[in-house]
């Protein structure tokens, strides 16, 4: 409806009112840029800011397109850098990946087109009335409140896992609500995981949601270990009970902040809880078995963290208090920071994490720089008469794998030539009657702007193709010939991006999702080996792996998410992904837990000795499925479960707090085996199988 009722009028306003056709050409693009391509989410402030930031980056990139097009060379060397900073500023929040193909048309319609640099101001003007327009449109015509599906699933899974601990802290019967939690879990994952863009960017709120839900995972696996190890806490010390039940309330509240805003969840309260129970530990005061105090203080440590990044999520807490919290998502250096140096640094330390070949969105943006300025090269090279639909073509096409991007080559000719051949009887029966022209306009730009999204892709292009066809012959009448060029004219963008796909990246988004998955359980293992140093007092040197695991968590869930939204065939199994991804986010984070434990004061060398070689075993074991998922290079070897020596008691309540720690992890292990040795079989067979 927006774009129906914007486009037309500008686009008349423009040709018919100010008799300008750069103006017109612009306004009519722009307003399709702003309306269609472009889907911005949050309040309307958010809206807002997104829109004007578009229609500056669009103003940008339309003077730059006009002053190059001139110069075919210069042209091709500027699309590289133009094009590939646009495709990869998509990295910084959901948003802002949702404008990078409005922002690409303001830069390839002028610079795959005639023109002089005397333009740039009819065609600013264009686009900022469409700008304008689109904005109060989307603003004053609302779409349905669906609410967040993420957060809600969040709420659910926080409050079935507070009703699960206070049900145990009872002594009464948990398992059953146990596996409604395990069930709002997986809900959770895949409405995350369905979402086009990883719901993070540079804004905390951002940030404290994608963390909320990886801490949840996590916390859920805690609840479940607890509740099948322990299933009977009636016996358990009041202490421990009480500290459950603390967790519960804690998480219910959680749930309630994620949709509604209610009451904050008490935070001091339950580390106050917490810190009393490491001291009666440490004090040998506990009566009963410590594997109680074991669960129960993991399990307030997780839910800690779940509520400071809810807090977070519901813009009711700051920076310095995510320090404090250690939930750590940037440099803590940097969260303390204040003002506009604080989001420049997390800019650049966002850019600095995905400047890198395991990085889908740097891959992605290097090929499809490559391949846009290769469509601008052939544009000239053929001399097309409408050389920016070229262009168009190959960003239409551009997928992330080479059978992909054919699969789409094939659908998107296919769909303009059935919009070739529907807009030139429509042609021909209108005939050179203009005010049939008018009338046609609306109701193609109705069936364009709907099709995205609720029809085949096929659908789509063919009613672009009509639209393209009557706006330019309002334009500069010429019949049906209008869509015979953009049959050829897509053809050659087509050709261009398969060859791209196919030179360039034939594995596509499953080769970085592998390199990732190996990445994350190396750096993974090796913050694991550092934070059991520095918790048994073997080096006085505070783990310093732990911004370099995040960094690869990050990179894995974008190119999970890319993998994910990838069409053509999946060459990496998705259950044996997923369990891999579980595997590098247990992995990491008990490694963050254990960080957070002070050093040891006395020395245990018997038990810490112990709980070191355990450590070592997992960190090889990890190494080993590393170099198993990743880029191959040999043949791969079996894995098998670690075995552990020394089981027997140890005197030591900290040695029996990381032994459990360790066992936890080591309980997962098998899980993984297979689906390491389908992704190492999937990685070594030829890309075109």
Same mark, same amino acid.
């Given at each position: 409806?927006?774009?129906?009722?914007?486009?037309?009028?500008?686009?008349?306003?423009?040709?018919?009112?100010?008799?300008?056709?750069?103006?017109?050409?612009?306004?009519?693009?722009?307003?399709?840029?702003?309306?269609?391509?472009?889907?911005?989410?949050?309040?309307?402030?958010?809206?807002? !800011?997104?829109?004007?930031?578009?229609?500056?980056?669009?103003?940008?990139?339309?003077?730059?397109?006009?002053?190059?097009?001139?110069?075919?060379?210069?042209?091709?060397?500027?699309?590289?850098?133009?094009?590939?900073?646009?495709?990869?500023?998509?990295?910084?929040?959901?948003?802002?990946?949702?404008? &990078?193909?409005?922002?690409?048309?303001?830069?390839?319609?002028?610079?795959?087109?005639?023109?002089?640099?005397?333009?740039?101001?009819?065609?600013?003007?264009?686009?900022?009335?469409?700008?304008?327009?689109?904005?109060?449109?989307?603003?004053? !015509?609302?779409?349905?409140?669906?609410?967040?599906?993420?957060?809600?699933?969040?709420?659910?899974?926080?409050?079935?896992?507070?009703? &699960?601990?206070?049900?145990?802290?009872?002594?009464?019967?948990?398992?059953?609500?146990? !596996?409604?939690?395990?069930?709002?879990?997986?809900?959770?994952?895949?409405?995350?995981?369905?979402?086009?863009?990883?719901?993070?960017?540079?804004?905390?709120?951002?940030?404290?949601l994608a963390s909320a839900v990886e801490l949840l995972e996590w916390c859920t696996s805690l609840v479940a270990d607890t509740i099948r190890e322990q299933p009977d806490l009636a016996s358990a010390p009041a202490s421990e009970r009480d500290l459950l039940a603390a967790s519960g309330s804690a998480l219910r509240r959680t749930g309630g902040l994620l949709t509604d805003r209610t009451t904050p969840p008490d935070l001091d309260g339950l580390d106050a809880l917490r810190k009393q129970s490491i001291d009666r530990s440490r004090h040998g005061m506990r009566e009963a078995d410590p594997r109680v105090a074991f669960h129960a203080g993991t399990i307030a440590t997780a839910v800690l963290a779940v509520g400071a990044a809810t807090l977070l999520a519901a813009q009711l807490a700051d920076p310095g208090e995510i320090a404090e919290a250690r939930t750590r998502w940037f440099d803590e250096a940097q969260l303390g920071r204040t003002g506009r140096l604080?989001?420049?640094?997390?800019?650049?330390?966002?850019?600095?994490?995905?400047?890198?070949?395991?990085?889908?969105?740097?891959?992605?943006?290097?090929?499809?720089?490559?391949?846009?300025?290769?469509?601008?090269?052939?544009?000239?090279?053929? *001399?097309?008469?409408?050389? @920016?639909?070229?262009?168009?073509?190959?960003? *239409?096409?551009?997928?992330?794998?080479?059978?992909?991007?054919?699969?789409?080559?094939?659908?998107?000719?296919?769909?303009?030539?059935?919009?070739?051949?529907?807009?030139?009887?429509?042609?021909? %029966?209108? %005939?050179?009657?203009?005010?049939?022209?008018?009338?046609?306009?609306?109701?193609?730009? +109705?069936?364009?702007?709907?099709?995205?999204?609720?029809?085949? @892709?096929?659908?789509?292009?063919?009613?672009?193709?009509?639209?393209?066809?009557?706006?330019?012959?309002?334009?500069?009448?010429?019949?049906?010939?209008?869509?015979?060029?953009?049959?050829?004219?897509?053809?050659?963008?087509?050709?261009?991006?398969?060859?791209?796909?196919?030179?360039?990246?034939?594995?596509?988004?499953?080769?970085?999702?592998?390199?990732?998955?190996?990445?994350?359980?190396?750096?993974?293992?090796?913050?694991?080996?550092?934070?059991?140093?520095?918790?048994?007092?073997?080096?006085?040197?505070?783990?310093?792996?732990? *911004?370099?695991?995040?960094?690869?968590?990050?990179?894995?869930?974008?190119?999970?998410?890319?993998?994910?939204?990838?069409?053509?065939?999946?060459?990496?199994?998705?259950?044996?992904?997923?369990?891999?991804?579980?595997?590098?986010?247990? +992995?990491?984070?008990?490694?963050?837990?254990?960080?957070?434990?002070?050093?040891?004061?006395?020395?245990?060398?018997?038990?810490?000795?112990?709980?070191?070689?355990?450590?070592?075993?997992?960190?090889?074991?990890?190494?080993?499925?590393?170099?198993?998922?990743?880029?191959?290079?040999?043949?791969?070897?079996?894995?098998?479960?670690?075995?552990?020596?020394?089981?027997?008691?140890?005197?030591?309540?900290?040695?029996?707090?990381?032994?459990?720690?360790?066992?936890?992890?080591?309980?997962?292990?098998?899980?993984? !085996?297979?689906?390491?040795?389908?992704?190492?079989?999937?990685?070594?067979?030829?890309?075109?199988?």
């Amino acid at each position: 409806m927006r774009a129906t009722l914007v486009m037309p009028a500008l686009f008349a306003l423009t040709l018919r009112g100010f008799g300008n056709l750069q103006m017109a050409l612009f306004a009519g693009f722009g307003s399709f840029a702003t309306l269609v391509l472009v889907g911005f989410a949050g309040t309307w402030r958010n809206k807002l !800011i997104a829109h004007l930031g578009l229609a500056l980056a669009g103003s940008v990139l339309l003077t730059i397109g006009t002053a190059v097009a001139s110069t075919a060379v210069l042209a091709v060397m500027v699309t590289v850098p133009v094009t590939f900073a646009v495709f990869f500023a998509g990295v910084a929040a959901p948003n802002a990946a949702s404008a &990078v193909n409005g922002a690409l048309l303001a830069y390839v319609l002028p610079a795959a087109s005639p023109g002089t640099v005397s333009m740039i101001p009819d065609r600013l003007a264009g686009w900022w009335l469409a700008s304008v327009a689109g904005t109060i449109a989307v603003l004053a !015509i609302h779409t349905p409140a669906t609410g967040s599906a993420v957060r809600e699933a969040a709420a659910k899974l926080a409050q079935a896992l507070g009703d &699960v601990l206070e049900s145990a802290a009872r002594g009464a019967g948990a398992e059953p609500l146990l !596996i409604d939690a395990v069930e709002a879990k997986h809900d959770l994952l895949a409405t995350f995981a369905a979402t086009p863009f990883r719901p993070t960017g540079l804004s905390i709120g951002d940030q404290g949601l994608a963390s909320a839900v990886e801490l949840l995972e996590w916390c859920t696996s805690l609840v479940a270990d607890t509740i099948r190890e322990q299933p009977d806490l009636a016996s358990a010390p009041a202490s421990e009970r009480d500290l459950l039940a603390a967790s519960g309330s804690a998480l219910r509240r959680t749930g309630g902040l994620l949709t509604d805003r209610t009451t904050p969840p008490d935070l001091d309260g339950l580390d106050a809880l917490r810190k009393q129970s490491i001291d009666r530990s440490r004090h040998g005061m506990r009566e009963a078995d410590p594997r109680v105090a074991f669960h129960a203080g993991t399990i307030a440590t997780a839910v800690l963290a779940v509520g400071a990044a809810t807090l977070l999520a519901a813009q009711l807490a700051d920076p310095g208090e995510i320090a404090e919290a250690r939930t750590r998502w940037f440099d803590e250096a940097q969260l303390g920071r204040t003002g506009r140096l604080a989001g420049v640094s997390r800019a650049s330390a966002l850019a600095a994490r995905h400047a890198s070949v395991r990085s889908v969105w740097f891959v992605n943006s290097l090929r499809g720089s490559l391949a846009l300025a290769a469509a601008v090269a052939v544009a000239d090279a053929t *001399s097309v008469q409408h050389g @920016f639909w070229v262009g168009l073509g190959t960003l *239409s096409v551009l997928r992330t794998n080479a059978s992909a991007t054919g699969a789409t080559a094939l659908r998107a000719l296919a769909g303009t030539v059935l919009g070739f051949v529907v807009g030139g009887a429509l042609l021909i %029966g209108i %005939g050179t009657s203009t005010a049939a022209l008018w009338v046609a306009l609306p109701v193609a730009v +109705l069936i364009a702007a709907y099709a995205p999204g609720t029809t085949p @892709f096929i659908v789509g292009q063919a009613a672009f193709t009509v639209t393209v066809a009557v706006l330019f012959n309002l334009l500069v009448p010429v019949g049906w010939k209008v869509g015979e060029l953009r049959v050829e004219d897509v053809a050659i963008g087509c050709v261009v991006s398969v060859l791209v796909g196919m030179l360039f990246w034939p594995r596509g988004v499953a080769s970085v999702v592998g390199d990732d998955l190996a990445d994350s359980y190396r750096v993974g293992a090796s913050y694991l080996r550092e934070a059991i140093a520095w918790v048994c007092g073997y080096t006085s040197q505070e783990p310093t792996s732990g *911004s370099a695991a995040l960094a690869a968590a990050q990179r894995l869930d974008e190119g999970v998410r890319g993998f994910l939204a990838e069409q053509g065939t999946k060459h990496l199994p998705r259950d044996a992904l997923w369990r891999l991804i579980g595997g590098t986010l247990r +992995l990491r984070l008990t490694a963050h837990s254990i960080a957070g434990m002070p050093p040891a004061c006395a020395a245990d060398p018997g038990a810490l000795d112990q709980v070191s070689a355990r450590t070592d075993a997992l960190v090889t074991w990890y190494e080993e499925l590393a170099a198993q998922v990743g880029r191959p290079s040999r043949a791969p070897s079996g894995l098998s479960k670690p075995r552990f020596e020394g089981n027997a008691d140890a005197p030591s309540r900290r040695a029996v707090w990381l032994r459990e720690h360790l066992d936890h992890l080591a309980e997962h292990l098998e899980e993984l !085996i297979e689906p390491a040795a389908r992704v190492a079989e999937t990685r070594r067979r030829p890309w075109w199988r």
